[in-house]
C-alpha cells in the first residue's frame, strides 16, 4: 500500500503542476462514479451548482466543475486545461495558481447562479470545466500573448486571439438557455474575465496574485537609484 501511494505522490508532483493533476484526476473519477452510479445516488445534485439548491449545498460553487456529463467534452477541456493550466501553475507556483483558481471558479458560479435567479430558471445546473477555463485561458493569454498554438492541429493562432475565440464559443453556448435568449447567462459564463484585469496587465499578472506587492513597488520612485555607503 505504501508502494502504491508513493508511486501516486510522486506522479502528482512530477512537472511541478500538482494542482493541476488533481483536478483531473477528480474530474475523470466523478465521471465515472456519475456514471455507473448516479442511479442509486444522484451525485450530480450533490456536486453540480444548481441555483435553488442553495445556499444548502454551497461546496458546490467549487465542485461544479468536475462535474462533466459528456466523455468527449471532458477529455478536450481536460487536455486543455493540462497545457493552460500547467502552463500558469509553473508560473506562478501552486500556492498562487490554486488561489486563482478558486476566486475564478467562485466568481463564474457565483455570476451564473445569479444570471440563472434573476432570469427565472433556477433548476438549470451548472456545471463543467469549460466554465473556470475560460478565465484560465484569458490569464494564460495576458502572460504569454505572442505564444502561437497549432489551433486543430492545422492552423498557427496567437494566444490572445485563441483566449477571444474560447470566450466568444463559451458565450454563444449559453446564449439559448431554457429556450430563450439569455445575454445574462451568456455574460456570466464569461465573467471570469473580469478577475484577469481586475489584478492588472501582463506584467502584474504572472507575479501572481501579489497585490499589495504591486502596491508597494508603486510606491517607490520609478527611476530610483541605489547609493552605496562608503565605510572608512
Do not use: C, Q
Not at 97 to 117: D, K, P, Q, R
Not at 140 to 161: H, Q, S, T
Not at 207 to 228: H, M, Q, V
Amino acid at each position: 500500500m505504501n508502494y502504491y501511494l508513493s508511486r501516486f505522490y510522486r506522479f502528482i508532483y512530477e512537472g511541478a503542476i500538482p494542482f493541476t493533476k488533481l483536478v483531473l484526476i477528480l474530474s475523470g473519477l466523478s465521471f465515472i462514479l456519475i456514471f455507473f452510479l448516479n442511479n442509486i445516488i444522484n451525485l450530480t445534485s450533490l456536486l453540480a451548482l444548481i441555483p435553488m439548491n442553495l445556499p444548502g449545498f454551497f461546496w458546490t460553487f467549487l465542485t461544479y466543475p468536475l462535474v462533466n456529463l459528456d466523455f468527449l467534452s471532458l477529455i478536450f477541456a481536460g487536455l486543455w486545461f493540462w497545457f493552460v493550466g500547467g502552463s500558469l501553475e509553473r508560473t506562478w507556483g501552486t500556492r498562487i495558481y490554486i488561489s486563482f483558481w478558486v476566486l475564478v471558479t467562485l466568481i463564474t458560479g457565483g455570476a451564473m447562479a445569479l444570471a440563472a435567479i434573476f432570469t427565472k430558471i433556477p433548476y438549470y445546473p451548472i456545471v463543467g470545466l469549460w466554465l473556470p477555463l475560460v478565465g484560465i485561458t484569458w490569464a494564460w493569454a495576458k502572460v504569454y500573448p505572442e505564444r502561437e498554438v497549432m489551433f486543430w492541429g492545422i492552423f498557427p493562432i496567437k494566444a490572445i486571439w485563441l483566449a477571444w475565440l474560447h470566450a466568444g464559443i463559451t458565450f454563444f453556448n449559453y446564449i439559448h438557455v431554457g429556450n430563450k435568449t439569455n445575454v445574462y447567462m451568456a455574460l456570466a459564463a464569461i465573467s471570469g474575465i473580469a478577475l484577469v484585469y481586475l489584478f492588472g496587465d501582463t506584467g502584474r499578472l504572472g507575479r501572481g496574485l501579489r497585490y499589495r506587492n504591486w502596491r508597494r513597488e508603486k510606491s517607490y520612485p520609478k527611476n530610483r537609484r541605489s547609493r552605496l555607503r562608503i565605510i572608512k
